[in-house]
């Protein structure tokens, strides 16, 4: 895992995205701020043509010749995506007026947004999302393709595994370990450490569900 700075000196000047969706649209927005040029859009939609003015078509493997991210925001999709993808290139998307710690660091495919804020020694899996104006304190693990949803606050040395989804205005106390494939609802208080698979919601948080399996 390389320091997010050094991610972002290897980042290529063009990308391609594979998700034509509203998640895409903000990751152009942090792209275009970056002056990162967005090479074309792929989806598997044939009826949509084109997003904020960019071409979009069905994926062709012959037309890769740049980075790519996943800009789908459902954490199973984009699993299925990047898997299916291979080991094309990835590259990230970090906006400009996220804090990122440069002894912090960052997966390749991952999406960084507005106000977001991930603090020193924390360590960032491949395709996650952090969502606009999300906190990630010191010391912290997130695994590949966790999505932490707006306003949400994640203490200091959590530990968050594969696939979770974390809702809007969470927060997750200190030392917290957070299973893989979970849903925390928006609002979440979690204080306890949570199973593989569950579904959580409430102050205190509160196991409601086991899922029998990611999907």
Known sequence: MLPWKSLTEITRLTMILYGASGHAKVIIDILEKSGITIERLFDDNEK???????QCTGYDYSKVDSQMIVSIGDNNTRKAIAEKLGKLSFGLA???N???SK???IGEGSVVMPGAII?????????????TNSCVDHDCVLEDYVHVSPGSSISGNVYIKEGTHIGTGASIMQNITIGKWCIIGA????IN?????????????KVIKIKNNNL
């Open 48 to 54: 949509i043509s084109s997003l904020n003015g960019y």
């Open 187 to 190: 609002g979440c208080v979690v």
């Open 193 to 205: 450490d949570i199973p593989d698979f569950a579904v959580v919601v409430g102050n205190p948080g």
């Open 98 to 100: 996220a804090v990122v």
């Open 119 to 131: 603090n020193s020694g924390t360590v960032i899996g491949k395709h996650v999302i952090l969502n």
């Open 103 to 105: 002894r912090a660091g």
């Open 94 to 96: 970090v906006d400009i």
